[in-house]
Each structure stands twice: as structure tokens, then as C-alpha cells.
T-cell receptor
Framework: QKEVEQDPGPLSVPEGAIVSLNCTYSNSAFQYFMWYRQYSRKGPELLMY????GNKEDGRFTAQVDKSSKYISLFIRDSQPSDSATYLCAFSMKTSYDKVIFGPGTSLSVIP | SAVISQKPSRDICQRGTSLTIQCQVD?????MFWYRQQPGQSLTLIATANQGSEATYESGFVIDKFPISRPNLTFSTLTVSNMSPEDSSIYLCSVELYSRTGELFFGEGSRLTVL
């Protein structure tokens, strides 16, 4: 079983749609759960960050973590063409310094 | 946040040659990381570079192939040695500003093509 799996893309939605992006993980030691956004030919940028189960909202974005199911999601409401990018889930243990593990990414296109 | 500058942004190289990628950060950071992103794939950590100590390499990556320097708290280099077409990839420098949070800031990457 891979350490991190992410819904395959690419995903294409009309402007204004609700987008759901999902990842599963196998390592129960992961404590920090992140979503990064990567525009074409750019480095990834941190979008959402949480360390507990439940929901965290930031504007049109909601990150959801279910530790019992080892499942995280990112929801985008009222999607915009500017949301077109690759979204990477990421995980870290951080009991001491530890590396960040990235999912393979889902490419999203929001069509005007 | 941090501003991270990488040079070169892209290069085309011949098989068997070596290329050094530079990473400059606008603030002092303890941890710097080098990632590789192969076409259509996610990020794979190559090594962690702490100032004043040898880099720590991940499984599958060795110092002879990817030597790293970290002379001070704002600068690092990654060399890709004896390149082959399989080394064609995007190489990304990243830093962690806030200790032990996993929040990474990335440069824009260096896109390397090996012929």
C-alpha cells in the first residue's frame, strides 16, 4: 500500500462548481495535514494546514481531516478559473524534525 | 513568508556533464530542502541541508550524484553530477520558516533537460 494516495485527475469543472479533492494515507503517525497548490511552472504554495480531525475553513476553501479513516479532503466552493492548478496533499509527523510527504497531485481546470 | 530565488530557472545539458543549481533565501533559515519533481509526478525529497553540517540524503539519493553545499543560513547549492536523461526533472529548493510545522516555502524550480 502506498503511503499516500490521491484521487487521479485531471479534473475539469465549470466555474462556480464545488470541487472535492481527496487523499488517503496509511501512516497513522502523521500529525500535520496540508494542501499545497501548484500553478504551472511555479513552485508549490501552502494553501491549507491543520493538525487535528475536523474541518478548517478559509474563505472558499475547506480542509477536512478524518484521522480514524486516514482520509483528508479539500473542498473549493464557487470555483474560479484562477483555481486551475495542481493540488497536492501533504503530510508530516513532526514528532521531531521529519520530512513532508507529498501526494501525487490532482490537476484541476475550472472552465469559465 | 520567504522569497526564494533559484538559478538557473531552466537549462538544457548534455549527458555526462554536471550542473549546479543555486538557491538564495531572503531570510535566515535553519532547514533547507531539495526536492525533485519528475514530469507529471509529485515531489520527492532528495536531501535536507542544514547549515554547518553535511546534508542528509533520502533513500535512493547519494552524495556523489547530488552533492549539496550549505555555506550559510541563506544559501545552498545542489549539483546534479554525471547527468543522464533520467535526471531530466524540475529541482525545487524549499525552506521551513516555522520550526516543525511542515509549512514549506518553495522556489520556482529549476527545469533541467538532459539530452
Amino acid at each position: 500500500q502506498k503511503e499516500v494516495e490521491q484521487d487521479p485527475g485531471p479534473l475539469s469543472v465549470p466555474e462556480g462548481a464545488i470541487v472535492s479533492l481527496n487523499c488517503t494515507y496509511s501512516n497513522s503517525a502523521f500529525q500535520y495535514f496540508m494542501w499545497y497548490r501548484q500553478y504551472s511552472r511555479k513552485g508549490p504554495e501552502l494553501l491549507m494546514y491543520t493538525y487535528s480531525s475536523g474541518n478548517k475553513e478559509d474563505g472558499r476553501f475547506t480542509a477536512q481531516v478524518d484521522k480514524s479513516s486516514k482520509y483528508i479532503s479539500l473542498f473549493i466552493r464557487d470555483s474560479q478559473p484562477s483555481d486551475s492548478a495542481t493540488y497536492l496533499c501533504a503530510f508530516s509527523m513532526k514528532t521531531s524534525y521529519d520530512k513532508v510527504i507529498f501526494g501525487p497531485g490532482t490537476s484541476l481546470s475550472v472552465i469559465p | 513568508s520567504a522569497v526564494i530565488s533559484q538559478k538557473p530557472s531552466r537549462d538544457i545539458c548534455q549527458r555526462g556533464t554536471s550542473l549546479t543549481i543555486q538557491c538564495q533565501v531572503d531570510s535566515q533559515v535553519t532547514m533547507m530542502f531539495w526536492y525533485r519533481q519528475q514530469p507529471g509526478q509529485s515531489l520527492t525529497l532528495i536531501a535536507t541541508a542544514n547549515q554547518g553540517s553535511e546534508a542528509t540524503y533520502e533513500s535512493g539519493f547519494v552524495i556523489d550524484k547530488f552533492p549539496i553545499s550549505r555555506p550559510n543560513l541563506t544559501f545552498s547549492t545542489l549539483t546534479v553530477s554525471n547527468m543522464s536523461p533520467e535526471d531530466s526533472s524540475i529541482y525545487l529548493c524549499s525552506v521551513e520558516l516555522y520550526s516543525r510545522t511542515g509549512e514549506l516555502f518553495f522556489g520556482e524550480g529549476s527545469r533541467l533537460t538532459v539530452l
